[in-house]
C-alpha cells in the first residue's frame, strides 16, 4: 500500500490554523504572499487577445522598485511602448500571433517575459481582471468614484499585478422616474452623477487601464434604470464610440418580454425545448452581433444567473456568464456564500476555454457593501483563511477576477489576498482550462487544475469547522514519480514527495500548491 507522506507544515504563518477558533474574530489575520521583490516581476496574463483593426491598450503590469524602464522585442507594427509607464497603445492591422519578449528594469535589475499578442477575433483570452463599482456604490456610483477607483488601481499595486477593468455596474442612466431617458434621436442619457462618459473613459484609459459599464437587454435595469431593449444597435456604437472596453447585459426585466417571446424573434422551432433556449439566447445573440461590428474590442459579460444552462451557449455569445445568483444575496449557510457559489460554479469545468469564462461573480472581500438594501459598506465578516479560500478557488476555476469591495478602503490583508502573483498565475494560465473536481464530501473539496506547463494546480479544501489533515495521492492526480509541491500563497516549495501529500488545513481554509506534473 502507498504511504503517504506527510507535509510537516510548520511554516511562519502557520500559526494560523494554532490560532484557529470558531470565530473569525479569533483567527488572526497572518498576510501569506511575500512582498514583491525590489527588482522587477512582470506579472499579469502571457496570452492577450486583440480584433486586427482595433485600438490597442495594455499597460504592463509589473511589480518592482520605480522607476523602471520598459522596452519590448518582436513588438508587431502598429504598437509603440512607452518607456517610462510601460503602456502599448496603437493597431495591430495583421492577424496572427506576435510571440513578444517583454522587459523590465530598474536600479535592482531586470526581468523579461514571453507575451503572446494573438490578432484574431477571440478576446480575453484569460479572465478578466478588474474592479466593479456594484457592491461598494450601488446608487450611489458617480463619475468621481470611478475616477477613484482607476487611480486606486495603479496606486495600490493592483495594476501591477494585471487587474486592469474598472467597470460601472447598474444606476448610471436615467431612473424610470426621471424622464427622459434618450434624446430627441434615441440617444441614451447618462444621470447627473455621470456628466461625461468619454471624459470618464479616457481618464481610464490614460493610466492604461479599461473602461466597463452596464446595461441590460430589458426596458429597465434590475435597479430602475434606462435599458438597451429595442435600443440595442444605437447603445452598442454610443458605448463604443465613448470608448468603453467591456458590457455587463444584465437580464433584469427582459424576463418580461421574454415571457411572451421577444416579438423580433420570428424563427420556428422543432421543439419547445429549442423554443426555450432560443428565448435566453436571443438578447444576448442580438447585443453580441452588435458589439462585433464596433472599431472596439468590447469584452462581453452575461449576466442571466445561468438560466437555461447558459453554460453550454455562453461561449458562443460572450466571453463570459455569470452561472449563478448574486453572491452578495446569498442566504446563511454553516459555510460562506462564496462556498455555495463556488460549488454550482465548479460544476461546468467543460464549458470554460480561451475567451469563454464562468463567472462566478464578484471578489466581496475587504470593505464591502450590504447587498441586502443597497448598504453602506463594512469590513468583511469572513476569516482570514475563508478569504485566502475564496481567492484560491476563483483562482482555480479559472474566474474572472473582479474586486467589488471599497478601492479607497484597501488594507494590507486584503492586497495578500488580491494580489499574490503565483495565485493570479493559475487563474491566467493560457491553457484556459478550469479545475475538476477531484473529491467533494461535506468535509473537504479537491480541485485540480491542468496547466500550460503540464504542471498541476491543486487546492485542498477544507469545509469544516475545525483545522483537519487533507490528503492527495499523485495517483489520483495521475502523475507519477517524485513531486516537487510548491505552496503558492507562500511561494515557497515544500520540497519533492514521492507518493502523495498531505496538509493540516484551517477551518474553512485551503492549502493552494502547484507541483510541476509529468509530461
Ligand atoms: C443583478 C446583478 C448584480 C448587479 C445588480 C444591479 O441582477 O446580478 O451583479 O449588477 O443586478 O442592479
Same mark, same amino acid.
Given at each position: 500500500?502507498?504511504?503517504?507522506?506527510?507535509?510537516?507544515?510548520?511554516?511562519?504563518?502557520?500559526?494560523?490554523?494554532?490560532?484557529?477558533?470558531n470565530?473569525n474574530?479569533?483567527e488572526?489575520?497572518?498576510?501569506?504572499t511575500?512582498?514583491?521583490?525590489?527588482?522587477?516581476?512582470?506579472?499579469g496574463?502571457?496570452?492577450?487577445?486583440?480584433?486586427?483593426?482595433?485600438?490597442?491598450? =495594455?499597460?504592463? /503590469?509589473?511589480?518592482g522598485?520605480?522607476?523602471?524602464t520598459?522596452?519590448?522585442k518582436? !513588438?508587431?507594427d #502598429? $504598437?509603440?511602448?512607452?518607456?517610462?509607464?510601460?503602456i502599448?497603445?496603437g493597431?495591430i492591422s495583421?492577424?496572427g500571433?506576435?510571440?513578444?519578449?517583454?522587459?523590465?528594469?530598474?536600479?535592482?535589475?531586470?526581468a523579461?517575459r514571453?507575451?503572446?499578442?494573438?490578432?484574431?477575433?477571440?478576446?480575453?483570452?484569460t479572465?478578466?481582471?478588474?474592479?466593479?463599482s456594484?457592491?461598494?456604490?450601488y446608487n450611489?456610483?458617480?463619475?468621481?468614484?470611478?475616477?477613484?477607483?482607476a487611480d486606486?488601481?495603479?496606486?495600490?499595486?493592483?495594476?501591477d499585478?494585471g487587474?486592469?477593468?474598472?467597470?460601472?455596474d447598474?444606476?448610471?442612466?436615467?431612473k424610470?422616474?426621471?424622464?427622459?431617458?434618450?434624446?430627441d434621436?434615441?440617444?441614451?442619457?447618462?444621470? =447627473?452623477?455621470? /456628466?461625461?462618459m468619454?471624459?470618464?473613459?479616457?481618464?481610464?484609459h490614460?493610466?492604461? !487601464?479599461?473602461? #466597463? $459599464?452596464?446595461?441590460?437587454?430589458?426596458?429597465?435595469?434590475?435597479?430602475?434604470y434606462?435599458?438597451?431593449?429595442?435600443h440595442?444597435?444605437?447603445?452598442?456604437?454610443?458605448?463604443?464610440?465613448?470608448?468603453?472596453?467591456?458590457?455587463?447585459y444584465d437580464?433584469?426585466?427582459?424576463g418580461?418580454?421574454?415571457?411572451?417571446?421577444?416579438p423580433?424573434?420570428?424563427?420556428?422551432?422543432?421543439?419547445p425545448?429549442e423554443?426555450?433556449?432560443?428565448?435566453?439566447?436571443?438578447?444576448y445573440e442580438?447585443?453580441?452581433?452588435?458589439?462585433?461590428?464596433?472599431?472596439?474590442?468590447?469584452v462581453?459579460?452575461?449576466c442571466?444567473?445561468g438560466?437555461?444552462?447558459?453554460?453550454?451557449w455562453?461561449?458562443?455569445?460572450?466571453?463570459?456568464?455569470?452561472?449563478?445568483?448574486?453572491?452578495?444575496?446569498?442566504?446563511k449557510?454553516k459555510?460562506p456564500?462564496?462556498?455555495?457559489?463556488?460549488?454550482?460554479?465548479a460544476l461546468?469545468?467543460?464549458?470554460a476555454?480561451?475567451?469563454?469564462?464562468?463567472d462566478p461573480?464578484y471578489?466581496l472581500?475587504?470593505?464591502v457593501?450590504?447587498a441586502?438594501g443597497?448598504?453602506?459598506?463594512?469590513?468583511?465578516?469572513?476569516?482570514?483563511?475563508?478569504?485566502?479560500s475564496?481567492?484560491?478557488?476563483?483562482?482555480?476555476?479559472?474566474?474572472?477576477?473582479?474586486?467589488s469591495g471599497?478601492?479607497?478602503?484597501?488594507?494590507?490583508?486584503?492586497?495578500?489576498v488580491?494580489c499574490?502573483?503565483?495565485?493570479?498565475?493559475?487563474?491566467?494560465?493560457?491553457?484556459?482550462?478550469?479545475?475538476?473536481?477531484?473529491r467533494?464530501?461535506?468535509?473537504e473539496?479537491?480541485l485540480v487544475?491542468?496547466?500550460?506547463?503540464?504542471?498541476?494546480?491543486?487546492g485542498?479544501?477544507?469545509?469544516?469547522?475545525?483545522?483537519?489533515?487533507?490528503?492527495?495521492?499523485?495517483?489520483?492526480?495521475?502523475?507519477?514519480?517524485?513531486?516537487t509541491?510548491?505552496?503558492?500563497?507562500?511561494q515557497k516549495?515544500?520540497?519533492?514527495?514521492?507518493?502523495?501529500?498531505?496538509a493540516?488545513?484551517?477551518?474553512h481554509?485551503?492549502?493552494?500548491?502547484?507541483?510541476?506534473g509529468?509530461?
Open positions: 500500500m502507498e504511504k503517504i507522506l506527510l507535509l510537516n507544515i510548520i511554516l511562519a504563518g502557520l500559526s494560523l490554523s494554532a490560532l484557529a477558533a470565530t474574530n479569533a488572526k489575520a497572518v498576510l501569506l511575500p512582498p514583491a521583490p525590489r527588482a522587477p516581476r512582470i506579472n496574463p502571457l496570452v492577450y487577445g486583440v480584433r486586427p483593426g482595433s485600438p490597442f491598450l =495594455y499597460r504592463v /503590469p509589473c511589480t522598485e520605480r522607476p523602471i520598459f522596452s519590448a518582436n !513588438l508587431p #502598429g $504598437l509603440t511602448l512607452d518607456a517610462h509607464s510601460g502599448i497603445n493597431k495583421v492577424a500571433t506576435n510571440r513578444v519578449t517583454l522587459i523590465a528594469k530598474n536600479s535592482r535589475g531586470a523579461a514571453e507575451f503572446r499578442i494573438v490578432a484574431g477575433s477571440t478576446l480575453a483570452l479572465p478578466p481582471m478588474g474592479w466593479n456594484w457592491y461598494i456604490h450611489r456610483v458617480t463619475d468621481a468614484l470611478m475616477r477613484q477607483a486606486q488601481m495603479l496606486a495600490s499595486g493592483m495594476a499585478y487587474y486592469q477593468y474598472v467597470n460601472i447598474d444606476c448610471w442612466m436615467k424610470k422616474n426621471d424622464p427622459p431617458f434618450r434624446a434621436d434615441g440617444t441614451l442619457l447618462p444621470n =447627473y452623477n455621470f /456628466p461625461d468619454r471624459g470618464l473613459a479616457d481618464y481610464i490614460g493610466q492604461g !487601464l479599461k473602461a #466597463g $459599464l452596464y446595461t441590460s437587454p430589458g426596458p429597465w435595469t434590475c435597479g430602475g434606462t435599458g438597451a431593449y429595442e440595442e444597435m444605437q447603445d452598442a456604437k454610443l458605448f463604443a464610440d465613448w470608448g468603453f472596453d467591456f458590457l455587463k437580464w433584469c426585466s427582459y418580461d418580454i421574454a415571457k411572451k417571446a421577444d423580433r424573434l420570428t424563427n420556428s422551432f422543432a421543439t425545448a423554443k426555450n433556449l432560443a428565448r435566453y439566447k436571443f438578447p442580438l447585443m453580441w452581433g452588435e458589439l462585433q461590428k464596433q472599431n472596439r474590442d468590447i462581453f459579460n452575461l442571466q444567473y438560466m437555461g444552462e447558459v453554460w453550454k455562453g461561449g458562443d455569445v460572450g466571453n463570459s456568464w455569470r452561472t449563478t445568483g448574486d453572491l452578495g444575496l446569498q442566504k449557510s459555510l456564500a462564496f462556498y455555495g457559489i463556488g460549488f454550482k460554479n461546468h469545468p467543460e464549458a476555454r480561451l475567451g469563454a469564462w464562468n461573480d471578489l472581500i475587504g470593505w457593501g450590504d441586502h443597497m448598504g453602506e459598506g463594512k469590513k468583511t465578516a469572513l476569516a482570514p483563511d475563508e478569504q485566502y475564496y481567492m484560491s478557488l476563483w483562482s482555480l476555476m479559472a474566474a474572472p477576477l473582479i474586486f471599497d478601492m479607497a478602503k484597501l488594507d494590507a490583508f486584503t492586497l495578500n488580491l499574490n502573483s503565483e495565485v493570479i498565475a493559475v487563474d491566467q494560465d493560457p491553457l484556459g482550462q478550469q479545475a475538476k473536481i477531484l467533494q464530501t461535506d468535509n473539496l479537491v487544475n491542468e496547466l500550460e506547463d503540464h504542471g498541476k494546480a491543486i485542498l479544501f477544507n469545509l469544516a469547522p475545525e483545522p483537519s489533515k487533507i490528503s492527495v495521492t499523485f495517483s489520483d492526480l495521475g502523475v507519477a514519480g517524485k513531486q509541491v510548491r505552496d503558492l500563497w507562500r516549495d515544500l520540497g519533492a514527495f514521492t507518493n502523495g501529500f498531505s493540516e488545513v484551517p477551518r481554509g485551503v492549502m493552494f500548491v502547484r507541483i510541476a509529468g509530461k
